[in-house]
């Protein structure tokens, strides 16, 4: 995960990419592949489709490997949002599709279902890359259901270092609320295709 | 980072998310209530808390809690502790007293009351189903289809793609197993003289092997020995100086220097050029081409993957069906020279025809079923002869995955034929030099 947000990893993998290096693909599917067919699986909520969105999103960055600016940020987080919304728009495609078919529901409806979904993923995503302290106590407090109290005793801090993770971990994942739609319009992604 | 405080804003589909979220602590449901500006979150409706005594200092709630404070000294904890609780208290993972106490301040403070509605709605985001296996044919197709798109510049030669993909199936059983499970006994056993034996390590242990074994091919592309230069050449002496050299048992951080050197060997053979696919590795006391010795390393690869999902469990599927077939291909190539070592150490029968070097020899058919098989002539006599249909002694029928358990040393020759026809003792001869062909 440290990898993750090394710039030169980054950079090195964009230029042997750009270079057509197929080993590099091999080496970026590894790194990503799980985290992306993850995110697309939260939108989508199916294999077959998740597994479609990830052969799309790797054929694009293969593709463009130049849309990467590293200066807006890590490849991983990029990566997150080219799938997020590929994803999306895969979503809201099938979605205004079965609309059309049925005659049920109304475009209102589509697009909070498509939001909502856009926003689980992101806080997906989010929680993947928190700092890892962070994620441990939330682990804790929420899927292990230990107080606060235990949670610190858990991790060996002191009760009011286990108070403050808790909350910055999850301000952290409220920015999936709060943040604009990537769908629309993301950087880096929709100017090229 | 910073969680961007007061920068929320509660907005409408939020209140939906909210209602539907899993362990909403207390009886919350006048989130409306917040659109009055600074007016109590928790309505008049709303149960009195029943606050503990007010004698501690910041503390609250634990039994001898509080004793900062002093006797007498008041009263309620400060807005500073009681922020500090709003995370916990989204979780519902305070006290009791302290979730009463949070609760009562929500309705006098509008900045906690925001910051409160927005982490509970947090928690809403927060889901208990892990990620699941990807299936490992979707690399494949994957990469196809990106290389349909646009085709590669320096292509990873196709003799290398079984280590390529054999390597990524393992690397992706091993991010899915926990801390513990890289402790997790394993058992590798192989093939010696007449009879099979083992060695008992752990999941990292395997990593481990696979790493120093793999260094031999990293040493003749010219790249860093893991074990440095003066490591020796044949395979169990390199592990068992990998086992002996470790100041401890190795653990997890084994894992990325071994996927690190299998990246850097598909990289390295990428770019080497045609002629590379020859150059010979030696094992010590024998060698392969590289192209051969690659494809070893993938049929290892997955055997070891094998021995390690058995001991924590998992599932584990053979290779696709032309990567099982390559390295049967190669099984069968090397079968009438492991006969031959056999046969100087006396554990084979004599040879019964010799023949010109390139000529048709007696010959045994192996056909192998399932995916990936096929049939195979394995010359009997000598190692220069040439396998041949019309001069078959003897038919061994196996399936596949069984064929290279056997080659792997993991069953032994006298469980492994399903049908046999023909000359015994050839039979067994080949059988034997399958098995013989194992080791650590």
Known sequence: MAKDTAPRWDRKMQQRLSRGEAAALGE?????????????????????????????????????????????????????????????????QTEAAALADSGEGTTEELEQKVRRAAVAARADYIVTSMPAPLRAALELAYFQRRDYRQTAADLG????????????????????????????????????? | MNGPLGGGHGDDDGRDEMRGAPRIPGPRSAADDLDAPARPLFGPAAPEPEL???????????????????????????????????????????STEETAAVEEHLGDCAPCAEEALRLRDAVA??????????????????????????????????????????????????????????HAPVRLKWFEGERQVSRRTTVAGVIGHLMTVDGLV??????????????PAIPTERTQAFWRGAEEPPTRTIREPWRDQSHTLVRTVSFAGRGVAELSVSYGDFALPLRDSLLDRAFECWIHAGDIADAVDYPYEPPSGSH????????????????????????????????AAGAPGRSL??????????????ALDSPAAVGSADRAVAQVALEGVEFCRLVAGHISPEEAAAGQDGDREAIRDVLFAAASLSRL
Request: contains cysteine; hydrophobic residues 40%; proline residues 7%.
């Open chain 2, 365 to 378: 058919h192996l056909e192998v079923e399932g995916s990936g098989g096929g049939n195979w002539y394995i």
């Open chain 1, 28 to 92: 970026l599917y590894d790194r990503f592949a799980s985290l992306v067919h993850m995110l697309a699986h939260r939108v989508l909520d199916d294999d077959q489709a998740a597994d479609q969105v990830t052969r799309e999103v790797f054929g694009y960055i293969w593709e463009h490997p130049d849309a990467y600016d590293p200066k807006q940020g890590s490849m991983r987080s990029w990566v997150a949002r080219v799938t997020n919304s590929q994803a999306v728009s895969r979503l809201r």
């Open chain 2, 125 to 182: 985001l927060l889901h208990t189903d892990r990620d699941l296996d990807l299936d490992p044919l979707l690399r494949f197709r994957v990469l196809e289809n990106c290389l349909g798109r646009r085709p590669a510049r320096i292509p990873v030669p196709t003799w290398a793609n079984p280590y390529d993909a054999e390597t990524a199936r393992l690397d992706a059983l091993l991010r899915d197993i926990g801390e513990s499970e890289w």
């Open chain 2, 218 to 231: 990293a040493g003749a592309l010219g790249l860093d020995d893991p074990l440095g230069p003066a490591a």
């Open chain 2, 324 to 355: 099982l077939h390559r390295m049967i291909d190669l099984a069968a190539r090397l079968l009438p020279a492991a006969l031959a070592d056999r046969r100087r150490a006396g554990l084979a029968g004599p040879a019964r025809q010799l023949v």
């Open chain 2, 52 to 94: 503990p005594p007010r004698t501690g200092g910041g503390t609250l709630g634990g039994p001898g809690g509080g004793s900062s404070g002093g006797p007498g000294r008041v009263e309620r904890p400060s807005h500073s502790v009681l922020k500090s609780l709003l995370g916990a208290w989204a979780l519902s993972a305070c």
């Open chain 1, 157 to 193: 801090v002191t009760e009011d270092e286990a108070r403050r993770r808790l909350r910055l971990g999850l301000q952290l994942l409220s920015t999936a609320n709060t943040r604009p739609l990537e769908g629309s319009s993301p950087p880096g992604y929709g100017r090229s295709l």
